[in-house]
């Protein structure tokens, strides 16, 4: 009797086990999309070069015969197509599906012959076509709306003759924009963050920014880790100190460093459109996007209306379920050339209907205040035309029911300097005008609406929030940034002081480095000084001012960093340590750091022409 009652109980635990296993799978979430990954053994790799961080590849065997193909993500297939080529996937996803990938095709000759793709849907052995794609030449995305059915397969039937590329299939879920999961970060290069909702003439430059702060957590005290685009962006993405990722002008994001975007995609489709230049895939920025589209009319003014544009009608045409899209635009950087609409609102008299900018050798150059005038009018006409199509890209987000739902984050990169310290642009200096940026959050269902928070916050800070908000794990011991969740909370961070640099990333040689501390009101501004060779980079017009080794500065009294009050007040005692720390942090970095490895084609060149980079 015993034993019988044993062999029960064990009977009973053994099927309840199975039961509750049973349950698990039933109920257990199916994944809205997946990436096929498709056996990259069977890919010729003979007469193919990948450049995995540019994402180029290479066809031929003739150095001076290659054929260049560019692709907008680092995982991609490529063969040369000779007759036919099939590929067959086992969908994970059933019922109402989308297809994507980028396709690349260039026939290999001059004559009738192109290339072909056919998406079709194999059901007991018979196939039947869903899409057709014929072109000679062809690079772009390739999107398709099917149903699968439970025995059904996708085939790929590729025919002609020539060189086929293109990037991981995504199969994923067509759900109703309720159910959704976007991000959305938003990257204003160039925006100073006192230009937000500063009053002109009796109105506010941003009304529509205004309006979604009310939706949002806004971030008062927010500091970029540099003050260009470059080495902030991506501190940005990294979580690291611009002396801790080493990136420079002429060398990219080392493999080992993080880049956060590759946690994100375990959960998110991430995808990109920006400006490029310096933030251009060759630096590193594309890693762990399955697209990454540097448009050059995101380079020129008004590229704020094609950026909302471009990305409005990408989200239409896609249907993502789970989404991460970072949008970046130059609109703001100089040139300024705002649309006239927008600068009469400014000034219906303007002096001038663009500016130029000042080229590194003029940084310096002194002008009557005029000018001055007429410049920070165009800036302000750039900074009014942006707003405007921010706000008719939330108004559509609203339309299509996804704004409610979405996390949207809004910041810059850093911000303009108009001679208040005795120079032009940016990428000089660290004073508050470069370095102070707008950082503005809207949650889910604007969860934290209206709560301003006061803490000094960096651009290294943004990832580690969007991750711990999506509950995407992540190592916290390899990054330099904190999650801002806690804040939000009444909580506090864990560091008490918050740094920003120009060393490794300088964006001029003749400029030497110098790196900032800033803990709550006082702020540390440590120069290197000037190397008496390198002064004669500038013009003679325009040298640098006379500035001292150590600027120290009581931010809340001296808002614009005029007085130097090193010899008048004593310095937090956690200055100094802090101070020797970082002096060692930038010497090693400036001792290990890489030059020269990165050549830009002649169309890269041009864009940082074009954004006044070189003369």
Not at 299 to 317: D, P, Q, V
Not at 359 to 377: D, I, L, P
Not at 409 to 434: C, I, P, Q, R, V
Not at 483 to 499: A, I, M
Request: charged share 30%; hydrophobic share 35%; glycine share 6%.
């Amino acid at each position: 009797m015993k034993l019988n009652k044993k062999i029960s109980v064990i009977i009973l635990f053994f099927s309840a086990g199975l039961l509750i296993l049973l349950l698990f799978f039933k109920y257990q979430k199916k994944p809205d999309f997946y990436r096929v990954h498709l056996d990259s053994e069977k890919w010729d790799k003979t007469n193919f070069e990948h450049d995995k961080i540019g994402q180029l590849i290479m066809y031929g065997k003739e150095p001076d015969e290659k054929i260049k193909i560019k692709m907008p993500s680092p995982e991609c297939y490529f063969f040369n197509l000779k007759g036919k080529h099939l590929i067959r996937i086992e969908p994970k996803i059933k019922g109402k599906a989308g297809f994507y990938t980028s396709l690349f095709f260039r026939s290999g000759s001059e004559e009738k012959i192109r290339c072909s793709l056919i998406l079709q849907k194999e059901t007991d052995g018979e196939n039947k076509e869903v899409a057709h794609i014929q072109r000679k030449n062809f690079n772009a995305s390739f999107i398709r709306s099917l149903d699968i059915g439970k025995k059904e397969k996708i085939i790929l039937s590729f025919t002609g003759e020539g060189i086929v590329a293109f990037s991981s299939p995504i199969i994923y879920s067509r759900i109703e924009s309720k159910e959704k999961n976007y991000i959305f970060l938003i990257g204003a290069d160039t925006l100073r963050a006192d230009h937000v909702g500063k009053n002109i003439q009796g109105k506010s430059l941003t009304p529509n920014i205004d309006l979604f702060k009310k939706d949002s957590a806004n971030f008062t005290n927010a500091y970029s880790q540099s003050s260009w685009t470059l080495p902030a962006f991506m501190s940005l993405f990294t979580s690291l100190y611009e002396f801790n990722h080493g990136v420079t002008r002429g060398a990219s994001l080392d493999q080992e460093k993080p880049f956060l975007v590759r946690e994100l995609s375990k959960k998110f489709l991430t995808f990109s459109f920006n400006g490029g230049a310096f933030v251009g895939k060759k630096y590193g920025f594309s890693r762990g996007f399955d697209l990454y589209t540097s448009l050059a009319s995101l380079i020129r003014s008004g590229s704020g209306k094609i950026m909302f544009e471009t990305a409005t009608r990408f989200i239409e045409r896609t249907e993502f379920p789970d989404l991460f899209l970072f949008l970046h635009t130059y609109q703001l950087h100089s040139p300024y050339a705002p649309d006239l609409e927008f600068l009469h609102k400014i000034n219906n008299k303007p002096e001038l209907l663009k500016f130029g900018g000042y080229h590194a050798k003029k940084k310096y150059k002194r002008v009557e205040e005029k000018k001055v005038r007429a410049f920070k009018e165009l800036y302000q006409a750039e900074v009014l035309e942006f707003d405007h199509y921010f706000g008719e890209f939330i108004r559509k987000l609203k339309i299509m029911g996804l704004y409610d739902s979405s996390m949207i984050l809004f910041m810059s990169d850093h911000g303009e300097e108009f001679y208040e310290h005795k120079a032009w642009t940016h990428g000089h200096s660290l004073y508050n005008e470069l370095i102070k940026i707008p950082l503005i959050i809207k949650f889910p269902h604007n969860e934290f609406k209206g709560i301003e928070i006061g803490e000094d916050v960096g651009i290294i800070d943004i990832f580690p929030t969007i991750l711990e908000a999506c509950e995407v794990k992540f190592s916290s011991k390899s990054i330099d940034g904190e999650s801002l969740l806690p804040l939000l909370t009444g909580k506090k961070l864990n560091r008490k002081t918050l740094y920003s640099s120009l060393s490794t990333g300088w964006m001029i040689d003749a400029i030497p480095p110098k790196f900032s501390i800033i803990s709550k009101d006082s702020k540390l501004i440590f120069n290197y000084p000037f190397q008496s060779e390198k002064l004669t980079f500038f013009n003679k017009d325009s040298r640098p001012p006379q500035i001292e080794r150590i600027e120290f500065f009581d931010i809340r009294e001296d808002k614009w960093e005029k007085t130097n009050i090193l010899d008048q007040k004593e310095m937090p005692k956690i200055f100094r340590p802090r101070m020797e720390e970082l002096r060692m942090a930038v010497n090693k970095a400036l001792a290990t750091k890489k030059r020269g490895k990165i050549i830009l084609s002649k169309e890269e060149l041009e864009k940082l022409r074009a954004l006044g980079y070189i003369n």
